[in-house]
């Protein structure tokens, strides 16, 4: 059942307290209170694979995602946040540097699908998790419950805003813009309920190699990574380089920000 803006705010108190039930919920029940799926083809079952092997930390995925999406300064749909590895007999010497793409995992499970009291946030049918704009309320139920931090809330449009995996290309028939940027070749995006697609064939010769992020969440996402050492599995967080640059250097124009 689809909630108008204007029924949110004449009842926003009985929402609140619903949203925070949902919040909270296992992921099993958070599965039962999601509404239902609508857009996209049924048929297929969008998902990207991550080969860290050949990622080189070069950014561009996030450059072309920021340009395509014309994201925020300072907030991004995807990016690529590095981890420094210490010696464990002296802390303050780096031996190794980690460097791992993020972007939400458009889990079969999403939490922050049944969080949203208007239903802005939905699933379509190809597993394609989006944000109604015209729907979304601000409420930042959904920025909270995302266990992989990818979500924000945009201060131009005063909406939630994650990836979609570039779906108006996608529907146009092209690739999500970060993987058609992507140098290494380290992003490979398809649909895995077809066997003759390059990320079914690429997830079927890794086999039992490739990972996810946060598995215990039981969230079933469908960004997958080939080299992911364990202990990084629950790494969501991370220094993203531009925004390093960003803070220590300024954007060069100031208005940009506003």
């Keep these: 059942m689809d909630i108008s803006r204007r029924s949110f705010l004449t009842k926003s108190g009985a929402l609140t307290c619903g949203a925070v039930s949902c919040a909270v919920a296992a992921p099993a029940d958070a599965a039962a209170l999601a509404p239902e799926r609508h857009g996209g083809d049924p048929s297929k079952r969008y998902a990207m694979a991550i080969d860290l092997r050949?990622?080189?930390?070069?950014?561009?995925c996030t450059v072309a995602c920021t340009m395509e999406n014309q994201t925020p300064i300072g907030d991004f749909r995807t990016i690529v946040t590095q981890y420094d590895v210490v010696?464990?007999?002296?802390?303050?010497?780096?031996?190794?540097?980690f460097t791992l793409p993020r972007l939400c995992?458009?889990?079969?499970?999403?939490?922050?699908?049944?969080?949203?009291?208007?239903?802005?946030?939905?699933?379509?049918?190809?597993?394609?998790?989006?944000?109604?704009?015209d729907q979304c309320v601000r409420c930042g139920y959904c920025v909270q419950a995302c266990p992989y931090d990818a979500r924000f809330i945009n201060p131009k449009t005063n909406t939630a805003d994650k990836c979609t995996f570039c779906v108006h290309r996608v529907e146009a028939g092209l690739l999500p813009a970060c993987v058609e940027t992507c140098t290494g070749g380290a992003r490979i995006f398809g649909d895995v309920n077809d066997p003759d697609s390059e990320i079914s064939k690429v997830l079927a010769v890794a086999g039992d190699a490739f990972k996810v992020l946060r598995p215990e969440m039981g969230t079933d996402p469908h960004v997958y990574y080939i080299g992911l050492e364990t202990a990084f599995?629950?790494?969501?967080?991370?220094?993203?380089?531009l925004k390093t640059l960003q803070d220590k250097f300024g954007t060069g124009n100031e208005e940009a920000r506003s």
Excluded: L, W
Excluded at 112 to 130: L, N, S, W
Excluded at 233 to 241: A, D, H, P, R
């Design 54 to 60: 050949r990622c080189i930390g070069c950014q561009a």
């Design 87 to 97: 010696d464990v007999n002296d802390e303050t010497q780096t031996v190794a540097s």
């Design 233 to 241: 599995e629950g790494k969501v967080e991370g220094q993203g380089i």
């Design 105 to 133: 995992n458009h889990c079969d499970n999403p939490p922050c699908v049944p969080v949203c009291p208007v239903q802005a946030t939905f699933q379509r049918e190809d597993g394609i998790v989006v944000v109604d704009a």
